[in-house]
């Protein structure tokens, strides 16, 4: 069985490649658990995080796994979201670690993809890859980070369209709201993260964690609050037949109706 992350270290540098490729690079609850690991444990001084493939940076959730499912929690995992106060682990490791994280978006980045790319502290986009966050169209709420931040990147307007209407912007559209800081061809997006990654990991890596530290405190919110209040709100979300119908229509590939209920 293949790896489902990938770790590679280049020198004061990790490599993270979401290795579910037959899948869209989705997250199962494994990969969710293998990331978070990866970030708690890392001793580098850059991380960049990246999709195998061209055609996926990540797809969000798998949905025959998890959103078909109801999203089943462990007692385990339930004990885990407990000490994040309901934060998704993955993102609370994210969100809180003080090592700078790198995004190369190498394909589509969706649902929970997308937000994995805006946990990142700056973004390099393939010019053919697309961006959405799109869980209004599964009749769900977006998780803590598209909430708490990116209205802070592309303004609260742009946001609110983004979010209301699950749509699907291209990497020049990304470049153009902000989303996103470099927009280059496919076979220069791991140099070009690579290249941003080596500039930061040759400086002071203790000044390099207290400006990341400096951010937090100055611009995010309460992470673990907000996130208690998303998985809230998604956990009801996930009962009502809109989003049941959203996830049959997936798989069955045809389109949704939904009822309001």
């Known amino acids: ?26 997250l199962d609850y494994d990969l969710y658990d293998a990331l978070e690991n990866a970030v708690r444990s890392s001793q580098a001084r850059v991380i960049v995080i990246t999709g195998s493939g061209t055609r996926a940076f990540c797809s969000g959730d798998d949905v025959k796994k998890i959103l078909s499912k109801g999203a089943p929690v462990t ?27 790198i995004a190369a978006i190498n394909g589509f980045a969706l649902g929970w993809g997308a937000e994995l790319s805006i946990m990142a502290d700056i973004r390099v986009m393939a010019d053919t890859a697309k961006w959405g966050e799109i869980f209004v169209s599964r009749g769900l709420c977006c998780d803590a980070p598209g909430l708490g931040r990116l209205a802070q990147l592309v303004g609260r307007e742009k946001a609110s369209e983004l979010l209301f209407t699950g749509d699907i912007i291209d990497a020049a559209e990304a470049k153009e709201i902000g989303l996103v800081s470099r927009v280059v061809p496919q076979a220069d997006l791991l140099p070009t ?7 930061i990991a040759a400086n002071p890596p203790q000044a390099v964690k ?47 109706v939904f009822t309001g209920r």
Request: hydrophobic share 40%; net charge neutral; glycine share 6%.
């Open 210 to 256: 207290a400006l990341k530290a400096g951010l937090r405190r100055t611009l995010d919110p309460d992470w673990r609050d907000t996130g208690k209040w998303a998985i809230t709100e998604i956990r009801k979300l996930m009962q009502t037949e809109d989003a049941k119908e959203s996830a049959a229509a997936f798989i069955e590939k045809r389109d949704p």
């Open 193 to 199: 993260a690579l290249a941003i990654a080596g500039k």
């Open 1 to 26: 069985m293949p790896d489902i992350l990938l770790t590679e270290h280049r020198g004061h540098v990790t490599v993270l490649t979401l290795n579910r490729p037959e899948a869209m690079n989705s």
């Open 75 to 101: 007692p385990e995992r339930a004990a885990k979201a407990k000490d994040t106060g309901g934060l998704t682990p993955a993102a609370d490791a994210l969100l809180y670690t003080n090592i700078p994280v």
